[in-house]
């Protein structure tokens, strides 16, 4: 069994900030796929097939909270995957890795500290770094138009990249990535790990 975890503050005024970009990529796959979130406990979820989506709703410093309370209902759970923002990729730009640290991410140290492990995969979407605002005001701060407009094909490929890993595995999904990274023409550098997944500044 599945689960891909989509992280985000609950919220109407967070809906679309930059740090919502996980709940917009889930909200999107449920879009394709005709089907709604419903409500359990501390997160919003779908089943699908022998897979559990979740949008936690616990604010983003205790998504592990969350992500426990699934993983504690549903034994059988043997394959995470985390959508989170990142300031240190441009905007759009998509990386995938198999584990590694919190990367600064207030989120993924939740999580991490609730399941003891870093040894769950993560699917990060560039926010990119702020020019002229403090960290917490830029993350909680909406797109503008013009970025949301540029962020719908990604969104996209997003999707496409998680039914690949709900209906076989990572390394369907890692190789539709690597095909997308050949076609991408915001970077030149095809890796799956980013260099600065381990720095220590923190974000909310």
Known sequence: MKLIVGLGNPGNEYQYTR??????????????????????????????????????QTYMNLSGLAVQHVLNQYKNIDDIIIIVDDIYLPLGEIRI?????????????????????????????????????????????????EEAASLQSVLDEVVKMLDLFLARDYKAMADSYSQYKKTYSGTSNAGIESPKEETNDKIL
């Open 19 to 56: 740090h919502n970009i996980g709940f917009m990529a889930l909200d999107r796959w449920a879009e394709h796929r005709g089907l709604g979130f419903s409500r359990q406990r501390d997160y919003e979820y779908i089943r699908w097939k022998s897979n559990i989506v979740i949008k936690p």
């Open 97 to 145: 890795r198999e584990k590694g640290g919190d990367g600064g991410h207030n989120g993924l140290k939740s999580i991490i500290e609730s399941l003891n492990s870093q040894n769950f995969k993560r699917l990060r979407i560039g926010i990119q770094e702020p020019k002229d605002q403090g960290m917490k005001d830029y993350v909680l701060s909406s797109f503008s138009d």
